[in-house]
C-alpha cells in the first residue's frame, strides 16, 4: 500500500516536473523522481584473519525538491530535499543487513554555462536507517548519519 502511494506521489511529481521542464531559467522551485539500482561491493581484510567480500544489489526510488536560484549569468546556488527508499541487501553467512529508507538536505553551487548548461557541486547531510539480523534474529533498526 505505502509503495502504491508512493509511486502515485512520484508520478504527480513527475509531471508537475515536466510541466517546468521548457525553461532554462535555472531559477524558482523544482521537484522530481529519482530511481535505479544500488550496488556494493565492500572487501574487509586483516592480516591475521583473511578476507571477508560482501556484496549486495537491489532497487532503490524516490523523491526530491528544491530551489535555486541563478545569479547574474554565470552563477547559481540551490538548496535540495530529497528522500529514497531501497530494498538492497547484502549478507555473509548468518548475517544480514537491508536498507529501508535514506533522507538527505543539500546546499548546491555552480556555474551555468549555457541556457540549458549548468556544473555544479553538492554538501549535504545524509540519513540511512539499516535493518540487521544475525543467525535468523532481528539485531534492530540501525541509523547512519
Not at 521537484?31 to 537491489?58: F, K, N, R
Request: aromatic share 12%; with cysteine.
Amino acid at each position: 500500500m505505502l509503495r502504491s502511494v508512493l509511486l502515485g506521489t512520484a508520478c504527480a511529481v513527475a509531471m508537475v516536473s515536466s510541466a517546468h521542464a521548457g525553461e532554462d531559467s535555472f531559477s524558482g522551485p523544482y521537484v522530481g523522481i529519482q530511481g535505479g539500482y544500488t550496488s556494493y561491493s565492500i572487501e574487509l581484510s586483516d592480516d591475521d584473519e583473511g578476507s571477508l567480500d560482501l556484496d549486495s544489489d537491489g532497487e532503490e526510488g524516490g523523491v526530491y525538491a528544491g530551489y535555486g536560484r541563478r545569479f547574474g549569468s554565470q552563477f547559481y546556488a540551490a538548496v535540495e530535499a530529497d528522500g529514497s527508499l531501497s530494498n538492497a541487501e547484502y549478507s555473509v553467512p548468518g548475517v544480514s543487513i537491508e536498507t529501508n529508507y535514506n533522507l538527505g538536505i543539500s546546499a548546491i553551487a555552480g556555474v551555468v554555462f549555457t541556457d540549458k548548461g549548468l556544473v555544479y557541486g553538492r554538501v549535504g547531510y545524509r540519513y540511512l536507517d539499516a535493518s540487521a539480523s544475525a543467525d535468523g534474529e532481528s539485531l534492530g533498526d540501525e541509523q547512519f548519519n
